[in-house]
């Protein structure tokens, strides 16, 4: 297993940088996630703090190998600018559910940087993984939407992850993603942006 703590993730594209959780970055997510704007559709009911942030990271992330946090950073200047991941990575099943998506500084909502920030990531896991799940609560059409952006689509078969369906007293859809589709949704960026996706 991967020491998280010593050996953090770093992954590059051709604009962004994705760096793995560090005790240095929790200001900007613990202000991100208290920005009510910002988590109208966020499962977290309670304010964050330096001290359940730092418990968690300690106690849980950092002992938890099916589970990643990443923030999405402007390769140009390093700015941070949101918060993406995983959890539930299961290496016999081959799968898992993509989220953690916050976007907290909005000049760089649907930019470039935060569109290649899934594929960079989505990359790095499909060598882990075959199929990824997400979920949405079902009025966050703008989220929705995105996620199939990059190759989710319903799943309209067998629910994977019920207990995911109904969180914090918000009903969520189950989207799915195959490395077919997101294959596709890949050569469609590359179309749009031939210097920065590159179609598989």
């Given at each position: 297993?991967?020491?998280?703590?010593?050996?953090?993730?770093?992954?590059?594209?051709?604009?962004?940088?994705?760096?793995?959780?560090e005790p240095k970055y929790f200001?900007?997510?613990?202000?991100?996630?208290?920005n009510?704007?910002?988590t109208r559709f966020l499962n977290q009911p309670f304010t964050l703090t330096m001290e359940n942030e730092t418990h968690w990271y300690q106690n849980v992330y950092l002992k938890d190998p099916t589970q990643?946090?990443?923030?999405?950073?402007?390769?140009?200047?390093g700015t941070p600018f949101g918060t993406l991941g995983w959890t539930?990575?299961?290496?016999?099943?081959?799968?898992?559910?993509?989220g953690r998506l916050l976007v907290g500084n909005l000049k760089y909502r649907g930019s470039v940087p935060m569109m290649e920030s899934f594929f960079v990531m989505g990359d790095y896991l499909w060598q882990f993984a075959d199929v990824s799940y997400a979920h949405v609560v079902i009025e966050n059409r703008k989220v929705i939407s995105l996620n199939k952006r990059t190759g989710?689509?319903?799943?309209?078969?067998e629910i994977q992850f019920p207990k995911e369906l109904f969180v914090n007293k918000m009903h969520q859809v189950e989207l799915m993603r195959t490395r077919d589709s997101y294959h596709q949704a890949k050569a469609k960026m590359a179309r749009w942006y031939p210097d920065i996706f590159k179609a598989d």
């Open positions: 297993m991967r020491d998280k703590k010593l050996n953090p993730l770093c992954l590059e594209g051709k604009t962004v940088v994705l760096k793995e959780v200001p900007y997510i613990i202000e991100w996630r208290n009510k704007e910002f990643g946090l990443l923030l999405m950073t402007d390769k140009n200047d539930d990575l299961d290496l016999e099943k081959r799968r898992y559910i993509s989710h689509f319903v799943n309209k078969g």
